[in-house]
């Protein structure tokens, strides 16, 4: 232990300098929609689109979905006992485009989480050989369905995940947000993890999920995620787990979405998320998330004891300045790759402080089993200690 301590701003830079390497690596290897062979080959997609108190967003997504220069395909969207506009806007649209099919969602099953619920009779009523899942509050460009399905013809895999632009219009959302960006190119090594198909080295993104019919049904559907807060992440697992391929692409050319709304909205869906994506393991995350607090904020706050006087910590003064720049380019290289502005990376420290009390509030909600998401109470899940 006492090694362990003496060394400790080595091993800090050392992870930094990995964290770095892994960010520069995935932003070569990372390809987008357009990068892939164009198929001549246009199997039948069904679009699947969920849709709860959706009225600010739905009238634009599916218009961009029905703009899609792709020969054959449908949009099914299913109208989640929404209490707003959302039903009235779904019907007039689907006079306008016989492809567009609106169904009203039946009664929420008991063990069933909503919006896996609305997802899974999507899938009942799909006519496609591929199936796409995607949000309400995201909006399509028009080669984005020929491009995707192009990929994951061309790639020869059967689910095809993408990480869309992020649109951050509020401080609120620009601090907190673009972490996701960070979590994925410097902690997932894209090429090592689709090498060694291990479900953990995996994640997904709800906002784009193409599938092979086959492989979705072989796996199950949302009916084996059911109860999964991150019904995402664990379908790309169960993809990986049972032999099928899973691949993850830049679709922030063709694929736009504004995540949350404003910092309490953000703090909500993230506090639904964190603690579900690492499987409820209690004493992993908890040191997890102490070795990001202490690896990311201890060289900014050394050189901010210099500035005061104060000896706030033992970290080597020369050494945190390395330390700070080398975290500033790491989080210039993941804002950049996925479309955040740059200028935010200056910010990190309070975005990693954010998102740090996000996650311990994120487990305390989870404990506790006062968590919700979209007016729907969230069960308490089996910890995992």
């Known amino acids: 232990m006492t090694l362990v301590l003496d060394h400790y701003p080595l091993i800090v830079l050392a992870f930094l300098t990995l964290s770095l390497w892994t960010a520069i690596t995935n932003a070569r290897y990372l390809r987008r929609f357009g990068d892939h062979t164009p198929s001549r080959h246009f199997p039948y997609v069904s679009v699947l689109v969920p849709a709860r108190n959706e009225a600010e967003n739905i009238e634009a997504c599916v218009r961009s979905l029905l703009a899609q220069d792709y020969p054959n395909?449908?949009?099914?969207?299913?109208?989640?006992?929404?209490?707003?506009?959302?039903?009235?806007?779904?019907t007039r649209l689907a006079r306008l485009d016989p492809r567009l099919r609106v169904f009203d969602g039946e009664a929420l099953p008991l063990g069933?989480?909503?919006?896996?619920?609305?997802?899974?009779?999507?899938?009942q009523r799909a006519r496609g050989d591929l199936l796409l899942f995607t949000d309400a509050d995201t909006r399509h460009h028009p080669s984005m369905l020929r491009?995707?399905?192009?990929?994951?013809l061309s790639e020869d895999v059967d689910l095809l995940t993408a990480f869309p632009l992020e649109e951050v219009v509020t401080w609120g959302e620009k601090l907190i947000l673009p972490f996701m960006a960070l979590g994925i190119l410097a902690f997932l090594p894209l090429r090592l993890a689709r090498r060694l198909r291990r479900p953990g080295l995996s994640v997904t993104i709800g906002q784009f999920m193409l599938f092979r019919r086959s492989a979705f049904e072989a796996v199950g559907g949302y009916a084996s995620v059911r109860a999964k807060v991150v019904d995402d992440v664990a379908l790309g697992r169960r993809i990986i787990a049972n032999g099928f391929r899973w691949y993850l692409v830049d679709g922030t050319e063709r694929v736009r979405c504004r995540m949350y709304r404003g910092f309490w909205d953000a703090i909500e869906g993230f506090t639904k998320n964190v603690f579900a994506f690492f499987e409820y393991r209690v004493v992993f995350y908890l040191l997890a998330w102490a070795w990001v607090i202490l690896a990311f904020l201890q060289p900014p706050l050394a050189l901010l004891s210099r500035l005061l006087g104060e000896p706030l910590t033992q970290f080597p003064?020369?050494?945190?300045?390395?330390?700070?720049?080398?975290?500033?380019?790491?989080?210039?290289?993941?804002?950049?790759?996925?479309?955040?502005?740059?200028?935010?990376?200056?910010?990190?420290?309070?975005?990693v402080l954010l998102f740090a009390l996000i996650a311990l509030r994120s487990l305390a909600f989870t404990v506790l089993g006062t968590a919700t998401w979209k007016g729907r109470s969230l069960a308490r899940p089996a910890l995992r200690w």
């Open 112 to 123: 069933w989480l909503g919006k896996h619920w609305a997802c899974h009779q999507l899938a």
């Open 147 to 152: 491009e995707s399905v192009s990929a994951l």
């Open 73 to 90: 395909f449908e949009v099914l969207v299913l109208n989640d006992h929404s209490t707003d506009e959302t039903g009235d806007i779904l």
């Open 317 to 351: 003064f020369d050494l945190a300045v390395v330390a700070v720049a080398e975290t500033i380019t790491l989080f210039r290289v993941a804002y950049k790759r996925f479309g955040f502005p740059a200028y935010l990376a200056f910010f990190y420290p309070l975005t």
